[in-house]
């Protein structure tokens, strides 16, 4: 029988906004709401963004501080992952903010890429190295962010360096405008890099999520899904909530064999300590 599945819900991002889906959360209230409709749906971790109230990006301690304690009031035993990533353009120290909160895990984005326009998300290796040190120092798990397979490589190297400790745990981000295609050959080619301990979980941009993590389901890997990835529970169809599209990634999971594991499962399975 396959493990069972951790579900990831993405509630917020850093670059959807209410004009695409008036339900994308800003205020602390909105981001409790959102992150409530996920766990009750069935998602273990939140990935977490911030923003101010009129929705621009911010990576602030404080507000960080007031969104997790709101979510933890809703939501007592769900895994809170802070974003890292926070937006393009932010300094390394603007980013890295939540990590002085000590949260279980957070993101580690290994590598540079293109991000649409004009943007590029910078990620050099020495950044890499700064934010997994500080990750290490204070006990937080890392989830690897790879947007490529040349990104799988640079968290391996930095693995066997020591900066990232094992047993490793990646999110292959499948389909941004710059980095590899939501494709089913490009999910595989990526699952078969990663060593055979590592953990990971899988998220497809715009119309990719849904197939991607039905492919992960069926690999044997972790799913996620939300707002920052994709805002529609159909071709058409507005998600009214981050707990309709995690809702869908339950049904197709139980259909495909697969259970959905509980907070304190997925902190089994990722070796969390609380
Ligand atoms: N908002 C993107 C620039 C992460 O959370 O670590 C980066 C991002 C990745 O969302
Ligand atoms: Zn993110």
Known sequence: MMEKVIITAAICGAEVSKEHNPAVPYTIEEIGREAESAYKAGASIIHLHVRNDDGTPTQDKDRFAAAIAEIKKRCPDVIIQPSTGGAVGMTDSERLQPTELNPEMATLDCGTCNFGGDDIFVNTENMIKNFATRMKERGIKPECEVFDKGMIDMALRLHRKGFIPGPLHFNMVMGVNGGISGTPRDLLFMVESIPSDATFTVCGIGRAEFPMITMSLLLGGHVRVGFEDNI??????????????????????RELGREIATPDEARNILGLKR
Do not use: D, P, T
């Open 232 to 253: 529609y529970l159909a071709k058409g169809v507005l998600a009214k909530s981050n707990g309709e599209l995690v809702a869908k990634a339950v049904r197709i999971a």
